[in-house]
């Protein structure tokens, strides 16, 4: 599973379902975006200062790659 975290838009406000969306068709992203208010999550896996943050869970919620850009062979790696 990849999931990407946004915490704040360019306002500093916590982002609506709308600017999700619109961030992960900015990006071109398929999998979950999902919002996360002052950075309460993001702060733990963020290693770069970049944004958006994506992390590739394992089977068992296992954490394999963090805050990189994930790909599909990243993925069928990862698979059982």
């Not at 619109?22 to 398929?30: C, F, I, K, V």
């Not at 970049?50 to 990862?78: F, K, N, R």
Request: glycine letters at 8%; a negative charge.
């Amino acid at each position: 599973m990849i999931i990407s975290l946004l915490a704040e838009t360019n306002a500093g406000t916590a982002p609506t379902a709308d600017e999700l969306m619109d961030w992960a068709s900015d990006y071109g992203l398929t999998t979950p975006v999902l919002s996360d208010a002052s950075w309460g999550v993001s702060n733990r896996y963020e290693e770069d200062g970049g944004i958006p943050t994506q992390t590739l869970l394992g089977p068992g919620m296992e954490i394999i790659l963090v805050d990189e850009w994930v790909s599909d062979s990243d993925i069928e790696a990862a698979l059982p």
